[in-house]
């Protein structure tokens, strides 16, 4: 099983519409949880931290459960520009170093 | 300004060339990564730098050799690369390498083409 798992898509949504993903991760001690927005041929950025008591961020919302080892991400009223490839992040730890284990993206297409 | 730096945006190497890629970050971060990213794929860490030392190598073959000469800066020495590893290579940094408060920040990440 992988550290942590998305659904890769696409999912093909019109603009307007709301559209979650969801993301399981497999330590249970992970501690920090992200979500990053990839453009093609781009950098990853940072997009939000994810909160045990869930966050917002305008039309974006991010929640995690801890019991059930899953974060979600919600966005709102899509717009062209959040087509993007979504990469969930958990954190692991090696020798009280912090890595970030990434998630294979949710690929996600805004249509006109 | 969470901005981090990386020279040069486009690589192309032969098999038997010796490169570096730089990357600064003048943020006061004490975090600092290196990540292999091919197409479709997401990142993959490969060296990890905290306080400037090497903290963590995630068995990355010797032809790739990190160096951090002071806390803003970052290189990555190639040396007799392989076509496959051919990728786009993507820096990070964080304030620190452990805590709670550890987002990375991304550099724009060289496009290396070994031939």
């Known amino acids: 099983r992988k550290e942590v798992e998305q659904d890769p898509g696409p999912f093909n949504v019109p603009e307007g519409a709301t559209v979650a993903f969801n993301c399981t991760y497999s330590n249970s001690a992970s501690q920090s949880f992200f979500w990053y927005r990839q453009d093609c041929r781009k950098e990853p950025k940072l997009l939000m931290s994810v909160y045990s008591s869930g966050n917002e961020d305008g039309r974006f919302t991010a929640q995690l459960n801890r019991a059930s080892q899953y974060i979600s991400l919600l966005i709102r009223d899509s717009k062209l520009s959040d087509s993007a490839t979504y990469l969930c992040?958990?954190?692991?730890?090696?020798?009280?170093?912090?890595?970030?284990?990434f998630g294979t993206g949710t690929r996600l297409k805004v249509l006109a | 300004d969470t901005e981090v730096t990386q020279t040069p945006k486009h690589l192309v190497m032969g098999m038997t060339n010796k490169k570096s890629l730089k990357c600064e970050q003048h943020m006061g971060h004490r975090a600092m990564y290196w990540y292999k990213q091919k197409a479709k794929k997401p990142p993959e860490l490969m060296f990890v730098y905290s306080y400037e030392k090497l903290s963590i190598n995630e068995s990355v073959p010797s032809r790739f050799s990190p160096e951090c000469p002071n806390s803003s800066l970052l290189n990555l020495h190639l040396h007799a690369l392989q076509p496959e590893d051919s990728a786009l290579y993507l820096c990070?940094?964080?304030?620190?390498?452990?805590?709670?408060?550890?987002?990375?920040?991304f550099g724009p990440g060289t496009r290396l083409t070994v031939t």
């Open positions: 990070a940094s964080s304030p620190f390498p452990s805590g709670t408060s550890y987002e990375q920040y």
């Open positions: 992040v958990v954190t692991s730890t090696t020798s009280g170093t912090y890595k970030y284990i």
